[in-house]
């Protein structure tokens, strides 16, 4: 599969490995700290929860550290972004955390295994959000919760309509809405049956 790859760093695609340094500066915070976002997410230290575009894990690290008895794993089309989230968990001693490259056309995961599935600023930036959205319906236990964060400077940022529209194709139910228009994460859960 050919990368669509941004020409520069504010243009549309898949993120550049060579600007991810950008996506550790902790002015972030003001958007969405991890903080803010794991209590967005419910989460419970058994939890298995996995992150879809964790770039270079500025979100993953402080995530996997309060799942104690659970499990992170952290699924990307770039090596790159891999192999630097994992050299920052390498640094941390955090060992509960698996790293999956995909290919953009399928996900290789087990159904109903996943307690939470979350991405920001991911969305926008994956071409086949069809196959993304099923394949995130058939990973998701039944009470999980998709959770997906959209932030202000990202030009291939989703509007709340939009992905609202989107994601309730694919037998999704929105649960919560947290933030504002410009900054904000909708949380999803599955409907019984996909219609
Ligand atoms: C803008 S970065 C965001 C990184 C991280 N979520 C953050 O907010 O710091 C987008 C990430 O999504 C990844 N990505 C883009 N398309 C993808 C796809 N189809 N499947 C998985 N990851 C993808 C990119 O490689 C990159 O790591």
Redesign the pocket.
Known sequence: MTKQYKNSFSGKG??PPKYAFT?LIPFRNIFLSPRKLSQRLELQENHTVLE????PG??SLPIARILKKGKLVL????QE?LDMARKRMKKRKITNVEYEL?D?ESIALESKSFDRVF????IG???NKDLYLKEIHRILKDDGILSISELAG?PDKLTQEELESLVTKYGFQTSKTYGNKKNYTINFTKIKTLH
């Open positions: 898949v993120f996506l879809i575009g964790p770039g500025y979100f699924l990307d089309i770039q972004m995909c953009g991405m920001v600023t991911v930036e994956i071409d990202d």
